[in-house]
Nanobody, 113 residues
Framework: EVQLVESGGGLVQPGGSLRVSCAAS????????MTWVRQAPGKGLEWVST???????NYADSVKGRFTISRDNAKNTLYVQMNSLKPEDTAVYYC???????WGQGTQVTVSS
């Protein structure tokens, strides 16, 4: 059974940093691309970033230069390091398996003073 479990969300002030993690199980993590998707209050889903099996990465323009996606294949864990956070980064962040077939339950990130 595929499981994706996010953790690390919370409340942070504008300009602050946060690292969100996603523990994966039930599939061969190291061979699959992984993605972060977010959903802001009252808005649709927004693709944030993807990391491929070879470690190559892509970012949405809205987070480029501020967010860093990474993976630890030994720990079957996906990360996103979020720096210089803005109020508009407030959202539920989801960890998503390639093909968008499996999603985590999401973790809330709130950027507010």
């Amino acid at each position: 059974e595929v499981q994706l479990v996010e953790s690390g969300g919370g409340l942070v002030q504008p300009g602050g940093s946060l690292r969100v993690s996603c523990a994966a199980s039930g599939f061969t993590f190291s061979t699959d691309a992984m993605t972060w998707v977010r959903q802001a209050p009252g808005k649709g889903l927004e693709w944030v970033s993807t990391i491929r099996r070879d470690g190559g990465t892509n970012y949405a323009d809205s987070v480029k230069g501020r967010f860093t996606i990474s993976r630890d294949n030994a720990k079957n864990t996906l990360y996103v390091q979020m720096n210089s956070l803005k109020p508009e980064d407030t959202a539920v962040y989801y960890c998503v398996h390639q093909g968008y077939d499996y999603w985590g339950q999401g973790t809330q990130v709130t950027v507010s003073s």
